[in-house]
């Protein structure tokens, strides 16, 4: 008869899912319910979300910056080639004697290369070209290229020549101003590195 009282006891099946459930409340984990489900997918729907409008946001910002600095720096090529023009035209206005008494017809050259140098140089500052003429500034390897170190009483690392005119195209280096720098003179920096 035990035996029989003991298969009566044994516990049906919806009985051991009710006992297991009792026993993951009691040892802590939380019960799985459709609601906590749409939770958690609320949050990760919310945190994809939140993720993908930060990406667009950057993508926007990044082709804002990629659109300014093409519109900014699109002519530069066009612009470096076009140094050489000027600093034919400069060399040509420096080669004429000062003084010298010159025929009408050469005076009326000599006039109209300075009107396009005046021209070019006006056409350079409208599209934010800029002259870098360093004379008496200390070295900056980042606008300056040292083409020679000389002994003077300046202080050291002073730019005493330039040999050619350097130019910027709004805040970008478009040809750095080759100079000569004085060493050995005051303490006012290190040295140059004629390398740079």
Same mark, same amino acid.
């Given at each position: 008869m035990a035996k029989n009282k003991e298969n009566n006891d044994q516990e049906t099946p919806e009985e051991e899912l009710v006992d297991q459930i009792d026993n993951e409340d @009691? !040892?802590?984990?939380?019960?799985?319910?459709?609601? !906590?489900? +749409? @939770?958690d997918e609320i949050n990760d729907l919310r945190d994809k979300l939140l993720r993908a409008v930060a990406e667009t946001e950057n993508v926007r910002r990044r082709s804002e910056k990629e659109k300014t600095d093409a519109a900014n720096y699109a002519v530069t090529n066009f612009a470096r080639d076009m140094l050489a023009i000027g600093d034919n035209l400069s060399r040509a206005l @420096? %080669?004429?004697?000062?003084?010298?008494?010159?025929?009408?017809?050469?005076?009326?050259?000599?006039?109209?290369?300075?009107?396009?140098?005046?021209?070019?140089?006006?056409?350079?500052?409208?599209?934010?070209?800029?002259?870098?003429?360093?004379?008496?500034? %200390?070295?900056?390897h980042n606008?300056?290229?040292?083409?020679?170190? +000389?002994?003077?009483?300046?202080?050291?690392?002073?730019?005493?020549?330039?040999?050619?005119?350097?130019?910027?195209?709004?805040?970008?280096?478009?040809?750095?101003a080759m100079v000569g720098v004085s060493k050995g003179g005051g303490d006012k920096s290190q040295g140059v590195d004629t390398k740079a």
């Open positions: @009691e !040892s802590g984990q939380e019960e799985v319910t459709p609601l !906590s489900v +749409a @939770e @420096e %080669a004429l004697p000062e003084e010298a008494e010159l025929p009408d017809n050469i005076k009326v050259l000599v006039e109209g290369v300075k009107m396009t140098d005046r021209e070019l140089n006006n056409i350079f500052e409208r599209h934010g070209i800029s002259k870098i003429e360093p004379k008496g500034e %200390a070295f900056d606008h300056h290229q040292a083409m020679f170190e +000389a002994e003077t009483d300046d202080p050291n690392g002073t730019i005493i020549q330039v040999m050619q005119i350097g130019y910027k195209i709004k805040e970008r280096l478009l040809r750095p």
